[in-house]
């Protein structure tokens, strides 16, 4: 027998807890991996940029939450050819206070617009060779539908409105920088 007493709160709403784990008689109740206090855990904003190796595992755990029932991530990667030349990498380069504070702004726009518990944007800069992610964004929501709808606004916002520059390292030993047709300062042709 369990008593309930231990209230916690995820997305406004207050759900009981059991103050113990239901016993089955002849076994040993197990400890709970963890606090009953993360359900009331502040929505978080995780933004990196970093010459490191992305990790999909490290984006799904930031934004993991026992209050959640969803996490969509998107993955950008280095793919290996672009209108008919072999591409071996990608070279990215951001002005990071500047991308920082636009993904912020991004962040807080996916707040007004649905009701998601964390976020994470993390990208790579220097080098990415083929097949490697360039960019893991990763939202946490009660339900699919509003993580699956924010990581596509995300991926396409942070393509319009971020200061991040791509050049394009192709076999031949040539390169060629990128321009970003989405972002909101290119030109129309």
Same mark, same amino acid.
């Given at each position: 027998?369990?008593?309930?007493?231990?209230? &916690?709160?995820?997305?406004?709403?207050?759900?009981?807890?059991?103050?113990?784990?239901?016993?089955?008689?002849?076994?040993?109740?197990?400890?709970?991996?963890?606090?009953?206090?993360?359900?009331?855990?502040?929505?978080?904003?995780?933004?990196?940029?970093?010459?490191?190796?992305? &990790?999909?595992?490290?984006?799904?755990?930031?934004?993991?939450?026992?209050?959640?029932?969803?996490?969509?991530?998107?993955?950008?990667?280095?793919?290996?050819?672009?209108?008919?030349?072999?591409?071996? &990498?990608?070279?990215?380069?951001?002005?990071?206070?500047?991308?920082?504070?636009?993904?912020?702004?991004?962040?807080?726009?996916?707040?007004?617009?649905?009701?998601?518990?964390?976020?994470?944007?993390?990208?790579?800069?220097?080098?990415?060779?083929?097949?490697?992610?360039?960019?893991?964004?990763?939202?946490?929501?009660?339900?699919?539908?509003?993580?699956?709808?924010?990581?596509?606004?995300?991926?396409?916002?942070?393509?319009?409105?971020?200061?991040?520059?791509?050049?394009?390292?192709?076999?031949?030993? &040539?390169?060629?920088?990128?321009?970003?047709?989405?972002?909101?300062?290119?030109?129309?042709?």
């Amino acid at each position: 027998m369990s008593s309930w007493g231990i209230s &916690s709160s995820c997305f406004g709403q207050e759900t009981k807890l059991p103050s113990s784990p239901p016993s089955v008689e002849g076994s040993a109740p197990e400890p709970p991996e963890k606090d009953t206090n993360e359900a009331e855990e502040k929505p978080r904003d995780i933004v990196k940029f970093t010459t490191e190796k992305l &990790s999909v595992d490290e984006a799904s755990q930031l934004v993991t939450s026992p209050c959640c029932g969803a996490v969509s991530l998107f993955v950008g990667t280095t793919r290996n050819n672009f209108e008919g030349r072999k591409v071996i &990498s990608l070279e990215y380069e951001a002005y990071i206070p500047m991308a920082e504070n636009e993904v912020r702004r991004i962040c807080r726009d996916l707040r007004q617009r649905w009701p998601v518990r964390h976020v994470a944007v993390l990208h790579r800069l220097g080098l990415v060779p083929v097949s490697e992610a360039s960019v893991v964004i990763a939202v946490s929501s009660a339900h699919r539908a509003a993580s699956l709808e924010a990581v596509s606004y995300a991926i396409n916002a942070l393509k319009a409105k971020v200061p991040i520059w791509k050049k394009e390292m192709y076999e031949e030993s &040539s390169s060629s920088w990128k321009r970003n047709k989405e972002c909101f300062w290119a030109t129309t042709e």
